[in-house]
């Protein structure tokens, strides 16, 4: 299966101190260009995040809580994280989910950003109704930062980060849960204090929602759109608006019932 989740758009205040963030702390490689600044993995061009200088309409009911950068090991989670807390300091925190290890920081912008590294999937464990099990524990980060010095791992964003996945916060968990599995064909894969998650294929989630009090983006920056590949995928096309200029290669563009545009590839 291809992997699903491709990239996402961002609107920010300032390009210049999000270049410096994301080029500089998190080591992604920087393009500009006509209309965005391109974020990629080093040493390809495949573009993860776009970046844009512009304003969002306020709204403090649907916005966007993080985006997750899927590391392709715990080695280079740890030597980046080791990175990030010297050179920056909005923190907000790390977990043991079970089914991997995480870090949240926020960017210039205040908007969220995981980055992670899963376990080894032989050993997730699925409960009575097939939900991936997963927690919120305490992350020992001085021996995963060990870890990522004793075995080489890459202080920067490297070849073979993934767009993880996406956790929004809207006022309707439930009903956007019914049109991620109904209309775009993911399975809910848990239910955990009301959010609801969901994914293709085995995976723990490509997309959460919850409607927790958790902290915004700065006022006019946050998400405008992310973009899901629907390669072996079971996504009701009759539900996709076609858009006439093509956006990054987008076939079209889906509203889901908080607002969110996804668009798809």
Not at 59 to 85: C, M, Q, T, W
Not at 90 to 96: H, K, L, S, T, W
Not at 201 to 219: E, L, Q, R, S, T
Request: charged residues 25%; proline residues 5%.
């Amino acid at each position: 299966m291809t992997w699903p989740m491709d990239h996402l758009h961002l609107a920010v205040r300032s390009i210049d101190n999000s270049i410096t963030f994301y080029k500089e702390v998190l080591g992604f490689e920087v393009k500009s260009l006509e209309d965005y600044v391109c974020l990629s993995p080093r040493g390809t061009d495949r573009c993860i995040v776009y970046l844009e200088e512009d304003r969002l309409p306020y709204n403090k009911e649907n916005y966007i809580y993080h985006f997750a950068l899927l590391l392709p090991s715990r080695a280079d989670l740890g030597a980046l994280l080791g990175k990030v807390l010297d050179k920056w300091d909005n923190i907000e925190g790390y977990a043991d989910h079970l089914v991997s290890e995480a870090a949240y920081i926020r960017d210039p912008d205040n908007i969220g950003i995981e980055i992670y590294s899963d376990r080894d999937k032989t050993k997730w464990v699925r409960d009575s109704k097939g939900y991936v099990v997963m927690d919120t524990l305490p992350l020992d980060i001085d021996n995963l930062i060990l870890y990522g010095r004793r075995f080489g791992g890459r202080d920067y964003i490297p070849s073979g980060t993934l767009f993880g996945h996406i956790h929004l916060r809207g006022m309707s968990p439930g009903l956007a849960g019914d049109f991620y599995s109904s209309v775009l064909g993911m399975r809910l894969t848990g239910i955990w204090f009301g959010a609801r998650f969901l994914a293709y294929g085995d995976y723990h989630h490509h997309v959460a929602i919850n409607n927790w009090p958790i902290p915004m983006p700065n006022p006019g920056s946050g998400l405008k759109s992310y973009a899901i590949n629907i390669d072996d995928m079971s996504v009701k096309l009759e539900n996709v608006q076609p858009i006439s200029e093509t956006q990054c290669g987008a076939k079209g563009i889906i509203i889901d019932p908080n607002g969110f545009k996804i668009e798809i590839l």
